[in-house]
Nanobody, 115 residues
Framework: QVQLVESGGGLVQAGGSLRLSCAASGSIFSISTRAWYRQAPGKQRELVAVIRSGGSTNYGDSVKGRFTISRDNAKNTVYLQMNSLKPEDTAVYYC?????????WGQGTQVTVSS
């Protein structure tokens, strides 16, 4: 069983930065896809960033150049560095892991950006 625990959310002013962390426990291997999604009130959940086992990354158009995803396989942890935050980045951010045909989600962490 895989468990994902996010941390690092909070309230920040526009233009500020936050770093989210997602620690995975259980039967974890480095061969997994890790990602961050977010969901704002009244909107669908959207992909923010993904990092594959080989290290390749992709980002949602709205965060390109501002957010950076990274992973530490030794710690089974993925990070999301968020810079130049905007009020429209306000959402619940969810950690995601895919491995061996199964999907796992964290409980979510709130990020609020004030103008």
């Amino acid at each position: 069983q895989v468990q994902l625990v996010e941390s690092g959310g909070g309230l920040v002013q526009a233009g500020g930065s936050l770093r989210l962390s997602c620690a995975a426990s259980g039967s974890i291997f480095s061969i997994s896809t890790r990602a961050w999604y977010r969901q704002a009130p009244g909107k669908q959940r959207e992909l923010v960033a993904v990092i594959r086992s080989g290290g390749s990354t992709n980002y949602g158009d709205s965060v390109k150049g501002r957010f950076t995803i990274s992973r530490d396989n030794a710690k089974n942890t993925v990070y999301l560095q968020m810079n130049s935050l905007k009020p429209e980045d306000t959402a619940v951010y969810y950690c995601y892991l895919a491995r061996a045909g199964f999907d796992y989600w964290g409980q979510g962490t709130q990020v609020t950006v004030s103008s």
